[in-house]
Nanobody
Framework: VQLIESGGGLVQAGGSLRLSCVAS????????MGWYRQAPDMQRVLVAV???????EYADSVKGRFTISRDNAENTVYLQMSSLKTEDTGVYYC?????????????WGQGTQVTVSS
């Protein structure tokens, strides 16, 4: 599975951005797709995830501001980010987990930079 992210950029605090991640390649299933953020000199942390049944989970810091959604037909996951804060700045990585030929995979995209200015 390959993941291609898009939609990052520079935005002022209070603004909005939408990230997209498209999955392609060979797989039998994608059980979950999610977004993680890595700020400079920090560990990569979960932002939001959606599982195949549609359930979602969010980091406390983004609840009420970010919305994750998934288009199964297009193998795409979106992250709508609103009311952005400077602390949302970082590289956002898309993640997909599933199986192919009874082998589990855990795949990352190349990352897209999000910078929120004050």
């Amino acid at each position: 599975v390959q993941l291609i992210e898009s939609g990052g950029g520079l935005v002022q605090a209070g603004g909005s951005l939408r990230l997209s991640c498209v999955a392609s390649g060979n797989y039998d299933s994608i059980n979950s797709m999610g977004w993680y953020r890595q700020a400079p000199d920090m560990q990569r942390v979960l932002v939001a995830v959606v599982v195949s049944g549609g359930s979602t989970e969010y980091a406390d810091s983004v609840k009420g501001r970010f919305t994750i959604s998934r288009d199964n037909a297009e193998n795409t996951v979106y992250l709508q980010m609103s009311s952005l804060k400077t602390e949302d700045t970082g590289v956002y990585y898309c993640n997909a987990q599933g199986d192919y030929g009874r082998v589990l995979y855990d795949t990352w995209g190349q990352g897209t930079q999000v910078t929120v200015s004050s």
